[in-house]
């Protein structure tokens, strides 16, 4: 859908033994430490007394998260804690979770595309259903959804029930571009964009293996993806969208593109390498990369939102993916009380505000927003200024690797524009891999 800016279930009668507030140290201790009779009976703590939790983050986020975690210590000094933490990317987290949810981190940061998939699969805490334990920190889960924008609240909930706090938004991408070779004005559509890199002896880098990032174009176009119930994905994309637009041009513009001199194909995962290489003028990227961006260019760094692209006679609008990052509670946590405690303590104002300016991710807690230094962020402007068009994209598992398969083919030259038949033959065959019931 498109979008503006701004389960194992716990069973309800055991809210209160989860955590009923401050009582004494031993009293508190218990109540936090209970779960659902589904959790493994093991022990809650370790011989020392103190609570054993697991934490996951991206690889990026450790010295954030070390950080995070000394200060939820130090907030809850009456308690010791075994807290451990481990590298785990968001945008793998679902896959590795679902190996083994029961083994999985107590807390881990996952994307919001993919809260369908872990609900289903029963591996999120109901926070409504646990919201009691926030007692301990002062508030009601109801001051977490008023604290932040109501959109990654949205992306939290499914079926009316929130089962993730929100810790960062624009997760999404846009352009960063060196204006000493490329102008504002030149990076406003691909044509002008591509023609002054090559006139400048760069490249324009971009990630087409990859659906998150090939889907800005179908979507610009007016194409749409969309999840069912069971999992699977909807797909339009090898028909004709609402705009007018057959998805075959699509294809072809794509394929003008990635067969300029002047474009570069970026392997999914190396866009950071190819910036920090020197190579291009101009690079599609998130917020992740606004500090090295402004390290290679310098006083030459900007940020604009994603071009324009030629359809026959129109200039038609990339409109980017876009979502959330969310900080997750596991179902099995054996310590579920204190697990929903330090979950909102990265989630939270304080936390958000020390998450962008160490790594530049835009918060989404609404008095964060409101810090002068993410105001006048040039990436951060970049990334809301795509805040009406970009899109929140909701696929099932089996988008990917079919997304990938046919992004790779566009990157190698593998079809051609003028192959109508091939074309449509590939638009087919990608919905159709997509689209497929589930194993």
């Not at 889960?141 to 089962?163: C, F, H």
């Not at 069912?228 to 394929?255: E, F, H, Q, R, Y």
């Not at 030629?310 to 876009?322: E, I, S």
């Amino acid at each position: 859908m498109r979008k503006k800016l701004i389960s194992m279930l716990l069973c309800a009668t055991m809210v209160a033994t989860v955590f009923t507030g401050c009582g004494s140290s031993d009293d508190t201790d218990d109540k936090a430490s209970s779960g659902t009779s589904e959790q493994k009976d093991s022990g809650d703590k370790d011989a020392s007394g103190s609570i054993k939790l697991t934490l996951w983050g991206a690889e990026g986020d450790q010295d954030f998260l070390k950080d995070i975690v000394s200060k939820f210590e130090s907030t809850y000094s009456d308690q010791k804690f075994d807290i451990s933490i481990g590298v785990e990317s968001e945008s793998s987290a679902k896959d590795t979770v679902l190996t083994d949810i029961e083994a999985a981190a107590d807390v881990y940061s996952f994307a919001s595309d993919q809260i369908s998939d872990l609900v289903r699969a029963g591996a999120l805490a109901n926070l409504d259903d646990v919201s009691e334990v926030l007692t301990k920190a002062n508030k009601k889960l109801d001051d977490v959804k008023s604290a932040n924008v109501p959109d990654s609240i949205e992306a939290a909930t499914v079926d009316g029930k929130m089962y993730a706090f929100p810790t960062s938004g624009a997760n999404t991408y846009f352009l960063y571009y060196d204006k000493s070779k490329i102008s504002e004005k030149d990076a406003a559509n691909w044509d002008t964009l591509l023609a002054a890199a090559k006139k400048s002896g760069k490249k324009v880098g971009m990630t087409l293996n990859s659906g998150w990032y090939l889907a800005s174009f179908f979507y610009g176009a007016g194409f749409t993806t969309g999840l069912n119930a069971d999992g699977t994905t909807t797909m339009d994309w090898n028909g004709t969208s609402p705009d007018g637009i057959k998805g075959t041009d699509v294809v072809k513009s794509m394929l003008d593109i990635a067969s300029n001199p002047a474009f570069m194909a970026v392997t999914d995962g190396k866009l950071s390498d190819t910036l920090k290489s020197g190579s291009c003028s101009a690079i599609i990227s998130g917020t992740w990369d606004a500090g090295l961006a402004s390290e290679v260019w310098g006083k030459n760094y900007a940020a604009i939102k994603l071009p324009t692209f030629t359809v026959g006679d129109k200039q038609v609008q990339m409109h980017p993916a876009y979502g959330y990052k969310l900080e997750a509670v596991n179902a099995y946590s054996e310590n579920m009380g204190w697990a929903v405690l330090l979950a909102e303590f990265i989630a939270n104002e304080e936390s958000q505000t020390k998450h962008f300016e160490l790594a530049e991710q835009v918060p989404t807690n609404v008095k964060a927003l409101e810090v002068d230094a993410i105001k006048k962020n040039i990436a951060v402007a970049a990334a809301t200024s795509q805040a009406d068009f970009g899109v929140i994209q909701e696929v099932g598992g089996k988008y990917w690797d079919p997304a990938k398969t046919f992004g790779e083919m566009i990157a190698k030259g593998k079809l051609k524009a003028k192959d109508d038949a091939g074309i449509q033959k590939a638009l087919d065959n990608l919905v159709a891999g997509v689209t497929a019931a589930l194993d």
